[in-house]
């Protein structure tokens, strides 16, 4: 065999000193009947030459163990994150995924492999830019059963009148129209973590707040107003309830899931959260259900991706 000196090795071609350098990565005991050792090693050579092709660079430090690229961060085997300025952050503190939007001013975040709106949704009449809708969709724009959507669009924009008055299909058509979708329930219960108790979000004012003014109403992740403010639709529909048992001796927040009716037309779409006259029925446990063609003035939203 030819061997190529140890300088620019071309993505195809073997260097023997980079072979010898290289740690053997863990494979599983059926492969190792068919590779040996020599050939694993000119894999994990092949792998490596192909990041540095895609711009990744794999890093070591007591802090942590990363592949960096010039455009982010890849997460570590020690659940770190080093970045090219040198700095680390934990795995729970660093960004991972994309999370950027058509329009600069529609803040998504990264939890836990999904992009979660920052803020309530609010309505607006252009993808990009446009006039903000605040009245009920259903009086001038479309249908309540979503249909004929296609001139809304949901943002996730601080400091501004969160949509309400919505049905569960238009908010999730308005927020097809984005590239979102309204998250899943085990999602919105992933993003709330952390959001401290309902004294410091809007649930006694008696009417809906712009999103992000309660600043302290906000999860470990950065979501705000998950708590109080308005209900807010997940994507997951249930039979239609009949009872409010709430939890019992394990939290206060409101839960209206019980008895499934045998009679009502139709299921029901879950709202989470409470609004802003539940008081402590408020909450990061707080769920009700409601016909997904509601429309009430304290049912809002927020999106997923």
Known sequence: ???????????LATCDAALARTPLPPHPPP???????????????LLAAILATAGLVPTTSVEAQTSISTDGVIESKSGGFKFPDGSVQTAAAAPIGSCTTLDPSDEMIWIGGVCIDKYEASI?????????????????????????????????????EPARRITWFQAQAALANSGKRLPTNAEWQMAVRGTP?????????????NTGIFGNCVSAFGAYDMVGNLWEWVADWVPATTGCPGWG?????????????????????????????SGSGAGPFAVVSEVPWTSGASVGFRGAR
């Open 197 to 209: 108790g309902n004294n410091n979000c809007n649930v006694l004012t008696g009417d809906v707040a």
């Open 124 to 160: 607006w009449d252009a993808p990009v830019g446009g006039n903000e809708i605040t009245v009920e969709i259903a009086s001038e724009y479309c249908n309540l059963n979503g249909q004929d959507c296609d001139n809304i669009w949901a943002r996730s924009v601080a400091g501004r």
């Open 31 to 45: 492969f190792d009947l068919i590779l040996g050792d020599l050939a694993w090693r000119r894999v994990a050579a």
């Open 249 to 277: 001796a394990f939290s206060d927040d409101a839960m209206c899931l019980s008895g499934a009716s045998t009679t009502t037309a139709g299921p029901d779409a879950l709202l989470r959260g409470g609004d802003y006259v």
């Open 1 to 11: 065999m030819v061997r190529t000196p140890c300088k620019a090795v071309p993505v």
